[in-house]
Nanobody
Framework: QVQLVESGGGLVQAGGSLRLSCAAS????????MGWFRQAPGKEREFVGA????????YYADSVKGRFTISRNNAAKTVSLQMNSLKPEDTAIYYC?????????????????????WGQGTQVTVSS
């Protein structure tokens, strides 16, 4: 059974940082590309970024580019999202997701339908 479990969410002031982690089990982790999405109250789920199988290539939404960084550890089956310079508009539930198909761009990786498995999410709240 595949499980993705996010952790690291919380409350932070604007300008602060948080690091989210996602632990995978039951999946051949190194063969999946990993994505992060978020959903704010009353809004649709939004792509944050993705990282490919070997960790060498990552893509980001324009809204987080330069502030957020995705990394992965295939041996530990974890993917992380380092979030710096947080803004109140970053407040959302953050989800990690695993996809077995192929994407080659931020736009390509942004389609939720590409992902096979999803975590339950972790809440991030940024106060002004």
């Amino acid at each position: 059974q595949v499980q993705l479990v996010e952790s690291g969410g919380g409350l932070v002031q604007a300008g602060g940082s948080l690091r989210l982690s996602c632990a995978a089990s039951g999946v051949s982790f190194s063969t999946y590309f990993m994505g992060w999405f978020r959903q704010a109250p009353g809004k649709e789920r939004e792509f944050v970024g993705a990282i490919l199988w070997d960790g060498a290539t990552s893509y980001y939404a324009d809204s987080v580019k330069g502030r957020f960084t995705i990394s992965r550890n295939n041996a530990a089956k974890t993917v992380s999202l380092q979030m710096n310079s947080l803004k109140p508009e970053d407040t959302a539930i953050y989800y990690c997701a695993a996809g077995s198909r192929i994407c080659y761009s931020a736009y390509g990786c942004s389609h939720a339908g590409l992902y096979d498995y999803w975590g339950q999410g972790t809440q991030v709240t940024v106060s002004s």
